[in-house]
């Protein structure tokens, strides 16, 4: 492991650390101080004060799959446009005509899916 | 010393929590585990000084795939899964076939390690990476890069597919 | 290098990270009570008064409230889940402050010489997104946990909202990749330095006026801000994903929140707002912006001074004064040689941030909510194209530049 490499993760590292460490002392001190008398009532679920009905986790609308599907590809495409944008310079005209291309193709994809109506929620 | 200590580390945690990912039943903490180790290897990638894969590592992987999964799980009904019979009646089978093929890999390696050629690392002479990754993906990569597009197209005209067959129940949520 | 010659480097790190995490904590429990007090005022009210003079200790009594208050685990909820969630949120929201540098002044603590970021991160820019990609687990999986159906539905809402927004936050800062060449923080900072026509400071904030609005708008939707503050819709969903949480474990969401306001409004000064550089030429007949740290310290504290014994009585008066005091002192010292020119960047750097908090607050107090299908539509659909079509004029106008206009592409 190089020196540099040290000197840039370690504080990283010790950040993250120190991080973790408050937020888990938080949660241990407010259980510890806070008082603790749970009642049948107190501990049901909120709907509003009537008694809870049924599971909560149930098969839900196919929108929110769809949604994250469409934001993994797109996700995809920016983790592509970065190195992109990052050796553009060196890359020149070619590397123009290169993302053009990459981002015609999920362009077409985007208007499939917009057509498809994917990013309309009440449809 | 510290890059040992770092990869063992990461290694350890990768490991584990990979066995915990098929070994827990409630599903929800699989794809936790799972996001757990994914992390881990994107720490080894760190400390290799794959800082770009690293970073791609976590936002492709632990922040965007491993979203799908948890919303796929989060809407399992858990008593069910949990009465399901688990279908791993043959797991000493499965175990024996690893250990096999565990042996084979190790065996392989170590008689014919010399002739995979496998590059020394060097740490000490990995610059910052990001730039050449940038123009070995567009100079010598190109046609793969291109139809990584059409992968990508493909999969939302598939998803649109699956996703959309039937009418979607009036859950509105 | 053994571990112990990286003591020091250790000791450093420890302090720094002190240091950062002390100022941000204070500085989230403070952007509350500002936003409360502006939002109020917005409104025609007067916002918190009544703890301490103009209600400055409220933030105080309220993290003492959360604390003493009883945490109630509801029925049926995931235990360990139902804690990790939180941890999760705010570890995750105060780890990306590592990666900030918030001035290009080096100081010296135990003899080390080192710059005021507690990290050096070489693609810093792309581990704030890694951070708030990591983000929307501390909502999804406290919607799951809490075992409600509100926290449920508002849980899987925002953590939609969260992943649909990301897309248009990372294409949106293409542009400033692309006109600086680099994901390091401080290089993109050190492209925006000079002015145009001696004047007009070089803040990618022109060049890059649709990527600045499109990355501002997807930071208020991916912090779950008003008006995109749709899970917490309390007409419709209670509290979103945190309904089912009280006591501490609800205020760390907060504070979760409004340290993602901070980073996203850093980012931003960072990335269009030329980070610390002043936006007034320090040289010639602007040498005395200098002291400008100096004038705004002590005007705060002479109006504070002025306020306690006009106005105010007793243990309000007390507090006044010598919050009054603390900042006259603050001026005396930043006009101090020495420390001068290190309060430059930081100055800069903060007036920038708290402006930016200062519209964050501001929309809130003046949109009304978005609904969530328009919401998820205009994402996809208008900043999504308008994001990546920024991305790609960007890289058309600096090749067009860079091979001497069209005349040097067709030659």
Redesign the interface.
């Known amino acids: 492991m190089t020196e540099g490499h040290l000197q840039t993760y370690v504080p990283l590292l010790i950040h993250m650390l120190v991080a973790m460490g408050l937020a888990g002392a938080l949660l241990l001190a407010s259980r510890w101080v806070g008082p603790r008398r749970p009642s049948r009532a107190k501990l049901q679920a909120y709907e509003c004060g009537i008694p809870p009905l049924g599971d909560a986790r149930e098969p839900f609308a196919v929108k929110f799959y769809l949604v994250a599907i469409a934001f993994i590809l797109f996700d995809a495409e920016t983790m592509f446009l970065f190195p992109w944008a990052y050796a553009f310079r060196d890359l020149g005209w070619f590397g123009f005509g290169a993302i053009g291309i990459f981002i015609l193709f999920l362009a077409a994809g985007d208007i499939y899916l917009w057509k498809k109506g994917v990013f309309d929620w009440n449809r | 010393?510290?890059?040992q200590f770092?990869f063992y580390f990461f290694a350890a945690l990768a490991v584990i929590s990979a066995v915990l990912v098929v070994t827990v039943r409630?599903a929800?903490?699989s794809a936790?585990f799972l996001?757990t180790t994914l992390l881990a290897t994107a720490g080894i990638f760190?400390?290799l000084?794959a800082?770009?894969l690293f970073?791609?590592q976590?936002?492709?992987y632990?922040?965007?795939?491993m979203?799908?999964f948890?919303?796929?799980v989060?809407?399992?009904?858990?008593?069910v899964a949990l009465r399901q019979v688990q279908f791993n009646r043959q797991k000493w089978v499965a175990l024996l076939v690893v250990l096999a093929v565990a042996g084979q890999l190790v065996f392989a390696l170590a008689l014919g390690s010399e002739a995979l050629g496998l590059p020394a690392a060097a740490?000490?002479s990995l610059e910052?990476n990001?730039?050449s990754?940038?123009?070995r993906?567009?100079?010598s990569y190109?046609l793969p890069?291109?139809i990584?597009?059409?992968l990508?197209?493909v999969?939302?005209?598939g998803?649109?597919l699956l996703?959309?067959r039937q009418k979607?129940?009036r859950?509105?949520? | 290098m053994t571990l112990f010659e990286a003591y020091p480097l250790l000791l450093v790190a420890l302090v720094k990270t002190g240091i950062l995490l002390f100022l941000a904590l204070t500085a989230v429990a403070y952007l509350s009570w500002f936003e409360r007090k502006v939002v109020g005022h917005i409104q025609s009210r007067l916002g918190p008064y009544r703890v301490g003079p103009h209600g400055l200790l409220q933030p105080l009594a309220d993290g003492l409230k959360f604390l003493f208050k009883e945490g109630v685990e509801p029925q049926g909820a995931d235990r360990l889940v139902y804690y990790l969630a939180p941890f999760l949120a705010l570890s995750l929201a105060l780890s990306g402050l590592a990666v900030i540098p918030f001035g290009p002044a080096e100081i010296e603590i135990f003899g080390v010489r080192t710059t005021l970021a507690v990290a050096e991160v070489e693609l810093g820019l792309l581990f704030l997104f890694a951070i708030t990609a990591l983000g929307v687990y501390g909502v999804a999986l406290a919607g799951w946990a809490s075992n409600s159906k509100y926290a449920l539905m508002g849980g899987l809402r925002s953590s939609a909202q969260m992943i649909s927004y990301e897309i248009s936050l990372t294409l949106s800062v293409i542009g400033v990749v692309l006109l600086a060449g680099s994901f390091n923080l401080r290089e993109i900072v050190a492209a925006q330095q000079g002015y145009w026509f001696g004047a007009v400071p070089r803040w990618f904030l022109l060049p890059q006026l649709v990527g600045f609005l499109c990355y501002f708008t997807s930071a208020i939707a991916e912090t779950n801000r008003a008006p995109f503050d749709l899970p917490e819709a309390e007409t419709e969903l209670v509290a979103g994903f945190h309904t089912e949480y009280s006591s501490f474990q609800f205020a760390m969401f907060f504070m979760a929140e409004y340290t993602a306001m901070v980073i996203a409004s850093c980012l931003a000064t960072l990335l269009f707002l030329g980070g610390w550089e002043s936006p007034l030429p320090t040289t010639g007949a602007f040498a005395w912006t200098v002291y400008l740290p100096t004038v705004v310290l002590g005007g705060g504290g002479a109006l504070l001074l002025v306020d306690a014994l006009r106005h105010h009585r007793g243990f309000a008066r007390g507090v006044l004064a010598l919050l009054g005091a603390l900042l006259g002192g603050a001026a005396w010292a930043v006009a101090q040689p020495m420390i001068l020119p290190l309060v430059q960047g930081p100055f800069w750097f903060l007036t920038k941030v708290f402006l930016l908090l200062f519209v964050y607050v501001w929309v809130r107090g003046t949109l009304p909510r978005f609904r969530y299908d328009k919401l998820m539509a205009f994402g996809w659909k208008v900043l999504l194209p308008v994001a990546t079509l920024n991305a790609l004029v960007t890289a058309l106008v600096v090749l067009l530049r860079e091979s001497g206009g069209l005349a040097g592409v067709l030659r």
Not at chain 2, 74 to 79: E, F, N
Request: hydrophobic fraction near 60%; charged fraction near 15%.
């Open positions: 010393m510290v890059e770092t409630n929800v903490y936790v996001i760190l400390q000084r800082e770009f970073v791609v976590i936002i492709l632990v922040g965007g795939i979203v799908l948890v919303f796929v989060m809407l399992v009904d858990l008593d740490p000490e910052p990001t730039e990754v940038g123009l993906l567009f100079e190109m890069f291109e990584a597009s059409i990508l197209l999969a939302m005209i998803a649109v996703g959309k979607p129940p859950s509105e949520a």
